[in-house]
């Protein structure tokens, strides 16, 4: 099994730019396809992006195309979420997670903690 940890979270205002990491143990992330998704208080789960064990964007959602950016580095078993122009809609904690396409939408599994972000007007 293996165990995600996201860092990187924090305060920003309206039009700028975060990083976020995630860093896996207990495995070899290169076996995994992996991805991010989001929730913010009172809504439900938003997928954001999966990529596969090589780095090949499968899902990135209509909703930050042009804005995030997706990476991963298997070498340091890590994986990357590039937010620039944030708006207070991106409020919310965000996950990383294991992915995988399901019937209607894509899946997500063995996510950690989250990473809280915060966007002021």
């Known amino acids: 099994q293996v165990q995600l940890v996201e860092t990187g979270g924090g305060s920003v205002r309206t039009g700028g730019s975060l990083r976020l990491s995630c860093t896996a143990s207990g495995d070899n992330l290169e076996y995994y396809a992996v991805g991010w998704f989001r929730q913010a208080p009172g809504k439900g789960r938003e997928g954001l992006a999966c990529l596969n064990n090589l780095g090949a964007t499968a899902f990135l959602a209509a909703s930050v195309e042009g804005r995030f950016t997706v990476s991963r580095d298997n070498s340091k078993n890590s994986v990357y979420l590039q937010m620039d122009n944030l708006n207070t809609d991106d409020s919310a904690v965000y996950y990383c997670?294991?992915?995988?396409?399901?019937?209607?939408?894509?899946?997500?599994?063995?996510w950690g903690q989250g990473t809280q972000v915060t966007v002021s007007p």
């Open positions: 997670a294991t992915c995988w396409a399901g019937i209607k939408e894509y899946e997500y599994d063995d």
